[in-house]
């Protein structure tokens, strides 16, 4: 499915997947498919408040995440990127800790990981990595120019600040990579209701972007394309689109019941290969990896969500009256009297 683009040439020489990175890339892939089903299990339980599932991302997630280079480029998440934290190497019960409302977006260290605080303004995350990538090119020359990656949605293609963000970004020349996982629905609406012109990728030309549209179930084919397309931004080639079809499986979040807008036939025909499976299947194939080393991955995979789980049940309360620290430099004088209203109301002080 991937189209061939207009990027432009690129001293990409890197070289092809080893099979130990294919290998890599499944654990990841099978880490990130445990902890999320996890986490749907630990709302019901009551150990998170809330969370928003990617299942039948984690190809799309776990291919762009992997081509980060985490020594100089910077990623930019929506609400639903835990795939994306993970195969960056977050620490996540920091990522997880978001989930649990313990602390504004999470108590990982954005700065030290390259993942921005988790974003739940749909395209919110756009803005602020163009703005970042136009820092790269002002920035001296010889620190090396970094990437932006942001992650957005079919539904927040539909917003103006990715209109202004892609315009910016080409005319500025801004080295992002505006990485879309369309899949199939924004919350209710699908996406044929939402995105014209055929396709969010489709969209790029009108800027003068070059766009990638890639199979978003393939880890290999998603990695290769954010490889290319990285490769392209930090050459000074300005912007790349790629937007990665992909399928949500399950709810929008957990306070959402999809059965309120589609049926489970509906979603089983839509939903295609389980990217998981599809990858197992290739490596089994291709006898890069044998029965052993799945069932290694799972039992891994298991360990490290109960280590997590328990990392975040030990997270205490942070006291509330921090919420009102981080709003500005300064703060302002409404900010004051709303946060002695709230300490009066809430610690009766
Ligand atoms: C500015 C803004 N408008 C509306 C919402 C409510 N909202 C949350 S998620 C969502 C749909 C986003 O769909 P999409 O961009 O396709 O991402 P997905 O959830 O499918 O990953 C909406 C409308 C919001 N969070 N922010
Ligand atoms: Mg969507």
Known sequence: MTTKPALAAVDDDAAPLSNQQLRELYTLMAAVRHLDTSAV??????????????????????????????SRDFVFPTYREMGVARAMGLDMVGYMSTHKATWHGGMYNPVESRFAPI????????????????????????????????YFGDGASSQGDVHEAMNFAAVMKAPVVFFIQNNGWAISVPTERQVAGGSVAARAAGY?????????????????????????????????????????????????????????????LDAGEDP???????????GVADEAFFADAQRKAEEEAEVIRMGIQDLGPRPGAEMFNLVFQEPTPALQSQATAWREESEHV
């Open 41 to 70: 299990a630990w709302q019901r339980q009551g150990i998170i408040p809330g969370y928003a599932p990617e299942l039948g991302q984690e190809a799309a997630q776990v291919g762009s995440g992997y081509a980060v280079d985490r």
């Open 119 to 150: 974003q739940a303004v749909v395209a919110g995350s756009v803005l602020h990595a163009v703005g970042w990538a136009h820092g790269q090119t002002l920035a001296a020359p010889d620190e090396g120019t970094g990437v932006a990656m942001t």
């Open 276 to 286: 998981l499976e599809r990858f197992k299947q290739r490596l089994l194939a291709d």
């Open 208 to 268: 003068g972007i070059p766009a990638l549209q890639v199979d978003g179930n393939d880890v290999v084919a998603v990695y290769e394309a954010t490889r290319s397309a990285f490769a392209h931004c930090r050459n000074g080639n300005g912007p790349v689109v790629i937007e990665a079809m992909t399928y949500r499986r399950g709810p929008h979040s957990t306070a959402d019941d999809p059965g309120r807008y589609r049926t489970l036939e509906e979603e089983r």
